[in-house]
């Protein structure tokens, strides 16, 4: 019995009752006995004073005790009424009659709990405790509610401004970097030809290939999906092309093998495949050793399209973490984070197969089996090497 009453005084504190009963006695027995462990002890004996009292504490951790009979009144019907406002708010009803269709009544309206009379001190305490925990779980699940909302306001919040940072970054990076562009391509018509101007335009690609990534994130929610026949050997010597002065720039060679002269086409996105080549050569110049080669390798496996990127550089220490947003094997190599985070979410959307071979023997190969993209099966039997134009 101490533990009870210790338990019961623990769960009652900062919380109030309310009596229903229209007998005076009980009611004046029962705020004495429970005004040892609630805050605030509350009668009426008539449903709408209850009511009133109800409406005026409801907010208030309030437990309410109410006999099922009230002279002339219903308990069961104030209980219903208390409900209808309030569906989690916790009724104990005090019942004198054993009559079936009482506690049927009383269940419908939702009553939590039932006391009998005569009222015994460890029966009610052993009630009120149980909706007291009742209580105090529902504040908490409450509680926790709305932090969650909160975070999920705030998390909206953040994704909205985000949103708009790399669309305003988009807006300013694309101006600069066309006018960059045409300038290095005029130098060019007139002749002009020295490091600077190579470094110059190795730099302005490798901003070009993030602005691309960030356009990417930016529409690719909002793009229709366009599909086409794609000749891969052509698709990917425009990119290793485009990837030439950066590798010139960083002392690196890149070169192309095929399988075959010719390979069956690929129906995939072009925007989606350009990110995939492009991120993937971009990461393996940016971890290359120098002076050293990137190769690309073209062919089939078992009937599906593949590529491969291979170089020799750093072992990569964790491949599934690669994959993450904004995650970065190395703080000095630069770059965002978001390459191979993009790559991993078209392999996933188009059922392209990733296999990554990372060792300080064999170097690094980024190797992509297109498993429902190719279009069809032709022989393969031999090896042809490009290298690159300088």
Do not use: W
């Amino acid at each position: 019995m101490k533990h009870t009453v210790e338990l019961l005084r623990r769960l009652a504190y900062n919380k109030s009752i309310l009596i229903v009963e229209d007998d005076s006695l009980i009611i004046e027995s029962l705020e004495r006995l429970l005004s040892h462990f609630f805050e605030s002890v509350l009668s009426a004996q008539k449903v709408e004073e209850a009511l009133a009292i109800f409406n005026e504490n409801k907010e208030n951790n309030l437990l309410i005790i109410t006999d099922i009979n009230l002279g002339g009144e219903s308990g069961v019907e104030f209980a219903c009424k208390v409900k209808k406002q309030n569906p989690q708010q916790k009724i104990l009803a005090i019942s004198g009659t054993e009559k079936r269709e009482v506690f049927v009544d009383s269940i419908r309206c939702g009553i939590d709990r039932f006391v009998l009379k005569p009222l015994e001190d460890n029966e009610l305490f052993e009630a009120l405790i149980a909706l007291l925990q009742k209580i105090d779980y529902d504040n908490e699940l409450k509680h926790q509610s709305q932090l969650l909302e909160k975070s999920r306001k705030y998390a909206l919040q953040l994704l909205e401004e985000q949103d708009q940072f790399v669309k305003n970054a988009i807006h300013e990076i694309h101006t600069p970097l066309a006018v960059i562009i045409t300038n290095i391509d005029l130098l060019r018509m007139q002749n002009i030809e020295n490091e600077s101007i190579d470094a110059i335009e190795a730099g302005s690609r490798i901003i070009q290939n993030s602005y691309e990534d960030m356009t990417y994130l930016m529409k690719k929610d909002r793009m229709k999906e366009m599909k086409s026949d794609i000749d891969l050997i052509s698709f990917i010597t425009e990119r290793k092309n485009y990837f030439q002065c950066i590798a010139a720039v960083n002392n690196l060679q890149i070169s192309m093998f095929l399988g075959q002269r010719t390979l069956p086409t690929l129906f995939f996105s072009e925007p989606k495949l350009a990110r995939l080549i492009d991120n993937t050569l971009s990461n393996a110049i940016k971890y290359s050793y120098r002076p050293g080669e990137v190769t690309i390798t073209v062919g089939l496996t078992n009937s599906k399209i593949f590529f491969e990127v291979h170089n020799e550089g750093p072992v990569i220490q964790d491949k599934e973490k690669i994959f993450e947003r904004f995650h970065r094997e190395s703080k000095y190599n630069g770059g965002y984070g978001l390459g191979l985070h993009i790559v991993a979410q078209i392999c996933q959307e188009e059922n392209v197969e990733v296999q990554i071979s990372s060792t300080k023997q064999r170097g690094t190969s980024f190797r992509y089996i297109f498993h429902d993209a190719t279009q069809l099966q032709q022989n393969s039997p031999k090896i042809q090497k490009i290298k690159m134009e300088k």
